[in-house]
Every structure is written in C-alpha cells, then in structure tokens.
C-alpha cells in the first residue's frame, strides 16, 4: 500500500465519524474488457473494447456529499453539496488536470479541497 493509499483510507474513516459526510473513493484509469481466455499466466481477450474507469480524468481521490442547512434566506432547507477531495501527500503536487477539475466543482457551488492530513478533514464537514 502507498503513503497516499494509506492517508486516503485514514482521511475516509476520520470522515466516518461526520453524520454530514459522506466520502467514496474514485479510481480513475483504463483497462480491457470481453470475452477472456486463460493459457497458463497469458490472457487473451476477444472481442476487446476498453473500459474507462472514475468519474474523468483528473477527477479527486475521494468524492462525496456533505449536508449542508442553506440560510434563511435562501428557505433555510437542507441541501446537499458534492464534495471533492484530492489527496496529496506533503509535498506533492496538484496536477493541472486535477487543479481544472477542483475548479469545475467550486465553480458550480461545491466543495473542493487538496487534503494532505487527516486533521484537515475535519474543516469539511459542515
């Protein structure tokens, strides 16, 4: 298990403990699909295509809804709000694909952070 793998499954259980907070972790990647035949340690795969894998390129680590209650102004509901959580280990950067991703999700009102520690995940839950 990496560093970061660790730190991620740390930072879903410190979340566990929010009854406002739910987190999912995102696998993003690409493997092959179709009919399968094994020989010993080789795979052949007929009838091939390719299967894309989390949310979409540069989408974070982990993923998630917290509850949010919107002010009085605004009929004072409870709503929720998609989180996004990119995981990084100190030092480590963001890269531009999931700097562009974090951005999408603010803009359209959630909540996106890079989490290089448990501790901070504390400040996400509302």
């Known amino acids: 298990m990496t560093p970061e793998h660790a730190l991620q499954n740390t930072i879903r259980l410190e979340a566990a403990k929010s009854p406002n907070l739910i ?10 699909q179709g009919d399968s035949q094994r020989s010993g340690d080789t795979v052949l795969i007929k009838n091939a295509r390719v299967l894309h894998a989390g949310l979409c390129k ?9 509850k949010i209650t919107v002010t009085q102004e605004m009929v004072g509901a409870t709503i ?11 030092g480590k950067k963001v890269l531009k694909d999931q700097q562009n ?11 996106s952070k890079v989490v290089r520690s448990a501790v901070n995940v504390w400040s996400v839950s509302a």
């Open 58 to 66: 540069g989408s974070s680590d982990l993923i998630g809804i917290r």
């Open 23 to 32: 987190l999912w972790r995102n696998n993003v990647g690409e493997g092959w």
């Open 80 to 90: 929720g709000q998609f989180v996004a959580l990119e995981v990084k280990m100190p």
């Open 101 to 111: 991703f974090l951005g999408v999700i603010e803009s359209f009102s959630g909540f």
